[in-house]
């Protein structure tokens, strides 16, 4: 069974900084990229960084500069690193792991974890 935990959130100040982490299992022999994604209160979800098993990363405008992804391959874990921090980027974060695999895509989302940025 694929597994998608992220943890990490909480409460901060404006100006601070969170890290999230999201664990995945181990796909082998598949292309894979894991993405970053926020829901704001009553807003749809959005994209917010994506990095791919080649390494290839992507952030939406608003977090370019302040927030990082990596992984950890060992662990098989993603983090978010989020820098500066605004009162806008409160908002739940889920961890999203996309998988090609003989053909075939495959989407699993972990249950979130929130984010408030307080003014």
């Known amino acids: 069974q694929v597994q998608v935990v992220e943890s990490g959130g909480g409460l901060v100040q404006a100006g601070g900084s969170l890290r999230l982490s999201c664990v995945v299992s181990?796909?082998?022999?598949?292309?894979?990229?894991i993405g970053w994604y926020r829901q704001a209160p009553d807003k749809q979800r959005e994209w917010v960084t994506s990095?791919?098993?080649?390494?290839?990363?992507n952030y939406t405008d608003s977090v370019k500069g302040r927030f990082t992804i990596s992984r950890n391959s060992d662990e098989n874990t993603v983090y978010l690193q989020m820098n500066s921090l605004k009162p806008e980027d409160t908002a739940v974060y889920y961890c999203?792991?996309?998988?090609?695999?003989?053909?075939?895509?495959?989407?699993?989302w972990g249950q979130g974890t929130q984010v408030t940025v307080s003014s």
């Open positions: 181990r796909i082998p022999f598949a292309m894979t990229v």
């Open positions: 990095l791919s098993s080649g390494g290839v990363t």
């Open positions: 999203k792991l996309h998988i090609d695999l003989m053909e075939r895509t495959y989407d699993y």
